[in-house]
């Protein structure tokens, strides 16, 4: 069964316990950032499932993840599913309807959802389906189809074909046109309550704590997918201004102890024992597992160290990990790893 967002699950299994009397069209609308185009590509793998599971928990019938067209949905080409969004949100990878013109890379991408693209599912829209079930479209955001886009589009919402279920999905409702809006049953769906936002970023963000989840939230403003992304570029910030202090053996550590002070010791040791773990292998193999992004420094450290020094380094790390939830002095314990790192490298 695939995975949907704890807050989620309500509102799509109520939805699919209706399946068959579904209106042809959803407008899916809510909060930035708590998962709607996960709901919607949830709802449109649920449908088009041919061994949909339910049970007394789960009396919609979500998605099994494991039959022909689910495997076909996950790898993006079920003959019934069709995804409209913005040039600016496809990969460069991925041919897109409507968007096959070779040179799209090397021009400004477009924020719109154009008419030419609802016209390429012209066929798409109004053919059989190959599946003899369901015929599932999203358009996020929809607020992004243009004003040509939009009324082209009206002409499939006014005279739908049979099984045939279209998902918007919006959080900017004003901006579409009304008469879209009017031709669509709404579906408000609900943010997760804080505790259960903190839950599920300790499970699915960066390995955070329980106060790092709260205010990871906090800073994205309450949306937990957001907050993931957050978490994720802060960390990344955090590592990279760590790591450029260990790719300078001549820094002053005494200095750099104090600016990490603040820092998360459980991500300094990790840091620590990657980038230990990189210049060894650098020196055996001129290669890096962790830090990729600083190959070129890892490998000028690695020039000149002895690996004997190193392994001693090493296995003081694995030492101080065991001491880091408890430090009677950050600071201390910082200045002593970074030291201990400047003399096994230099
Ligand atoms: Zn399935």
Redesign the pocket.
Known sequence: MIDVLPWHQGPLTGLLARREKLPHALLIHGNQGIGKVDFARAMAQSLL????ISGEARAGGI?????D??NWFRDGNHPDYRELLPEILVDDDVEAEGLSDPDVKDKKKSKEIKIDQIRAIADFMTLSTHRDGFRVLVIHPAEAMNMSAANALLKTLEEPSARTVILLVTDQMARLMATIRSRCQRVLLPAPENLEAVTWLQQHGTGLNAAQAESALAMAGGSPLDAVTFAAAEYQTARKAFVAALSDPAADYMAAAQSFEKSDLNHIVTWLQTWVSDVVLSKMSGNVRHHVDEKQSIANIARHVQLTKLFRYESALRQARRSIHHPLNVRLLLEQLLISYQRAVK
Not at 49 to 52: G, K, Q
Not at 63 to 67: K, Q
């Open positions: 499932c041919e061994a949909p998605a099994c993840g494991v039959c067209a689910c």
